[in-house]
Each structure stands twice: as structure tokens, then as C-alpha cells.
């Protein structure tokens, strides 16, 4: 919990310590679920264009629309106050934004008084060659890496400009800097099928973590159909089931992973079915975007403009915690996907990359 989550509350109201009592508190929303968990996106844009995430073409946002390093300082360092534990840093490509080390090593100080438990990111790996070092001197520890096929023609087709070698150079630097990695993959029919099994030993190999994801029906992408990809995570299931014996795990996360453990290398496999399962009575996070937006809930396009205060107030926190806490309190109950008509009901009409997936 954040270091300076008041101890003295409740004070009288007319207490000059009364307004900071109350804003430190720590955010809790109208379902009696603790927002512990932020996930930040530093960055829209991204050095690979992966099919289902992005155009060919993008429009990226112009630099004033983005948070600066600074103002991401301070947006991360008081949520960090009002108690989050967990930071995660998405993007885009969070490791192409200019200089994002050094916020990396400005978050540092929050893993060190302890109210910071854990800083991480999400990463497509192809700048972790680079940087894994940096980041372990940062205190990240663990690292999620999208990784969809072991296939050097495949990674470059859905990526569009991504290459394989590359990414398992990234891959290799993370390991010798120490850092544990969990590969991403999204399940994607017709593309990494058959693939499963190779994907799954290679992370065994490697002594990785491996998570399937459902596609989610979000942005417009152009000419990818995506109820055509969807591959369902029952049909993974089932698919490891023809090859091991997989053991339902109790373990939770606060999101919507579900984990098994394959008896016959130990691995744990988990799986993010939003569309499927309904896993938002735990739900512990809201997303931030790069432009200061905060999402309560990826399946609902309810946000709240958090730059705003931020940039009116330069010398205070107060109107942003105010606002944060405003917009906690609009925290829906649950999500709206529906995959069950062929139309996709609940679209999203933002990009992932926007939202950091
Ligand atoms: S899925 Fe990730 S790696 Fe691919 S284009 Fe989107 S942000 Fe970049």
C-alpha cells in the first residue's frame, strides 16, 4: 500500500490536515474492489506494425498531445500515494519513447521506499538487446514479451516489420540481465496453430512463462476480419489436452488470466479469455493512456481526462488526486464484448496500441 496512506484518519473536518487525510485514502471503487494495479502506455507509436494492432499506415498523436516524462512522473508517483502497488509500462512500444529510461529510474524511488511492490512492462523485445541492463538496474524484474510464432517468415508477416532474430537477441540479453520473461502469445486460427507445442517447449527450454490471449474485437484494422482469427483459448485448452496432462490451477491474478500447469514439463500455461470468462468481480486495474486518459475498464469507452488538471495545476496534486478519485468512482461493474452474434456488439473503437493492449 502507498507509503503515505494516512494512519491519522479519520480528523475532524475543520483539522487543516482534514483535505489531506481524505485524499490519501486509498481508491477503492463503488464495488468495494482496491485499485492496485495501473497500466501505463508512455507511447502510441511502435517499430513493428502487427497486424491486429495496427495499420500499415498510422497517424501517430502529435508530441504535445503526450504525456511528457515528467508528467508521467507525476501521474505514476500519485497513483503510487493513493496505492498502487503495481506499475506497468505499455505502449505502443513503451522502450521506443525518447529517453524512457530515464522515468524507468525515476520510478526506482518508489520501489525503494516500498510503495512500489513491482514495475514492469510489456514489450514487443525489440529494443530489450539494448536495454535489458538498464532495466534490471531500474528494479523491473519481469518482463512480458508479444511473441506470436517461432517462424522467421510468419513474425515478419504479421508483424509487417518486425524480424525474429532480432527479438530473440532481446530475448537472450533480458535472460542474462536477470530478468524473468513471459511470452504473449495471441491465439490466432489459422496462424499459430499448429504451432503450440513448439511455442510451449521452446518456453520450457528456456525456463519461460507462456500465456495464450484471445483477439479482442477492438480498433478498425482495415481487412483483418477478426471474428475469422478468433481462436477460441477453449480450443487452445483442448489442444494441450491432446498432447498433456493439464492440471486447472487456483492461482489469480486480480485480471483475467486463468492459469493450468502441464504435468509433464511443469509449466504453467495461463490464459486471458475476456470475451469467454467473466473476470471482472476481482478486477484490480485501470489503464492510462499516453495522452492522460484513464480507462476504468478496456470493455467500456467510459474515460476521464486526467491531463487536464494535471497541466492546470503544475505546483499541485490535489485536483488530479480529486479527479482520479472521481473518475474511480465510475468504475463499471463489468465489461460489455459480446461475441455470441456474428456482429461484434461492444467494439472498441480505439487502437490497443493506444491503450497498451
Ligand atoms: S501489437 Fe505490440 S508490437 Fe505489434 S504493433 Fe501493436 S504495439 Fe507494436
Redesign the pocket.
Known amino acids: 500500500m502507498g507509503q503515505s496512506q494516512c494512519t491519522a484518519f479519520p480528523l475532524p473536518q475543520d483539522h487543516p490536515r482534514f483535505t489531506y487525510a481524505v485524499m490519501t485514502a486509498p481508491l477503492i471503487d463503488p464495488f468495494a474492489r482496491a485499485i492496485t494495479y495501473l497500466r501505463v502506455s508512455v507511447t502510441d507509436r ?5 497486424v ?3 495499420s500499415e499506415n498510422m497517424t501517430f498523436l502529435p508530441k504535445k498531445e503526450l504525456l511528457t516524462l515528467e508528467e508521467l512522473d507525476r501521474m505514476c508517483s500519485t497513483f503510487v500515494r493513493l496505492g498502487v502497488e503495481k506499475l506497468r509500462i ?4 513503451p522502450l521506443v519513447r525518447r529517453d524512457i529510461m530515464t522515468f524507468f529510474r525515476s520510478m526506482t524511488r518508489h520501489l525503494d521506499s516500498g510503495a512500489l511492490k513491482e514495475l514492469t512492462l ?3 523485445g ?1 529494443q530489450l538487446e539494448r536495454f535489458a541492463d538498464q532495466l534490471f538496474d531500474a528494479g523491473v524484474r519481469r518482463v512480458n514479451i ?1 511473441l506470436d510464432t517461432l517462424d522467421d517468415q510468419k513474425f515478419a508477416d504479421i ?4 524480424r525474429l532474430p532480432q527479438v530473440i537477441r532481446g530475448i537472450d540479453a533480458a535472460q542474462k540481465a536477470g530478468l524473468r520473461i513471459k511470452i504473449n502469445a ?1 491465439a490466432l486460427k489459422g496462424f499459430n496453430e499448429a504451432e503450440l507445442p513448439r511455442i510451449t517447449e521452446w518456453c520450457a527450454e528456456r525456463d519461460m512463462d507462456l500465456t495464450w490471449i484471445e483477439v479482442m474485437p477492438m480498433g478498425d484494422i482495415g481487412n483483418e476480419d477478426r471474428l475469422d482469427q478468433y481462436w477460441s483459448l477453449k480450443d487452445v485448452r483442448a489442444e494441450y489436452e491432446n498432447h498433456y496432462t493439464v492440471t486447472d490451477l487456483a492461482e489469480r491474478s486480480g485480471g483475467p488470466a486463468r492459469y493450468v500447469r502441464l504435468e509433464e514439463t511443469g509449466q504453467k500455461i495461463g490464459f486471458i479469455t475476456p470475451l469467454t470468462h467473466n473476470f471482472c468481480e476481482s478486477c484490480n486495474r485501470v489503464r492510462l493512456t499516453c495522452t492522460g486518459e484513464l480507462y476504468m475498464c478496456l470493455g467500456q469507452e467510459d474515460m476521464a481526462d486526467l491531463r487536464a488538471p494535471l497541466r492546470a495545476h503544475p505546483t499541485s496534486e490535489v485536483p488530479l488526486e480529486e479527479a482520479i478519485r472521481a473518475a474511480i468512482e465510475h468504475k463499471p461493474k463489468g465489461h460489455d464484448f459480446d461475441y455470441s452474434r456474428q456482429t461484434v456488439d461492444g467494439r472498441m473503437s480505439r ?3 493506444h491503450t497498451g ?1
Open positions: 511502435c517499430d513493428f506494425r502487427c491486429y494492432c495496427m505499455t505502449g505502443g512500444e510489456t514489450t514487443n525489440s508479444s508483424t509487417r516489420w518486425g495471441v487502437h490497443m496500441s493492449g
